[in-house]
């Protein structure tokens, strides 16, 4: 019985503490409490503690810093609301393994959507781009990036997969200094369409986001996509 509930004691403790981090204002890199003060906390030993700790590293949630201080690892993405960060950069500060699908190149029609975000006329012909970026091996967002058809004709398809897209435009069009002209986010669903591409049941309720990437002068990309997985924080 003794067991038994030192057992339940690391478990419960364990899920407390993951709670707590996942759930409030924690950076990556910031230091937990001391296993002595988390143990008065808790009313536990330190050996329970540290059982509980050890779950929680286990979900790649804590890792042990420097003099063995337990620190918050910060397995999401905050996220950047004025200035362009690409999503290599920031899954890879995150400790994620990011890879890219590219689901489908080609040329549309500007519709109502992208003519007002773009400042095009309705019809205008448009470089679509469309892929699944995947955390680990997990699909997390689906992206539909609509650009100018000139920037759009000198992006090679085979760099989409292993380069951020802003790098492309960066390297490719001369663009100089990008930045988030417009973004807004609402709840939605998974169209036909995304939930075909996605793989995912249509009707799927998603967080959408749509953005609006400028240089000066000019719109360089609108992008519309789907959050598939909980990893980024606003």
Known sequence: MNVERKQFAYDRIARAIAAELTNSLWRSGDPLPSEIELASHFDVTRRTVRKALALIEKQGLIVKGRGRRTLYRGRVIDWSHDMVVDLPTAARRAGFRLSTRVLRIGEIGAGIGEARALGVPLGEPLGEICRLRLFDGKAV??????????????IPSVELERR??????????GAGYLFIAD???????????EARLSGIEEGRPVLRVTRVVGETGRAVEYSNAILLAPYFRF
């Open 141 to 154: 967002v689906q992206q539909r990036s609509m650009l100018p058809l000139d920037i759009a004709l000198q």
């Open 164 to 173: 951020s897209l802003y790098e492309l435009i960066r390297r490719r069009s």
């Open 183 to 193: 973004e807004h986010f609402a709840p939605s669903h998974a169209t036909e369409q």
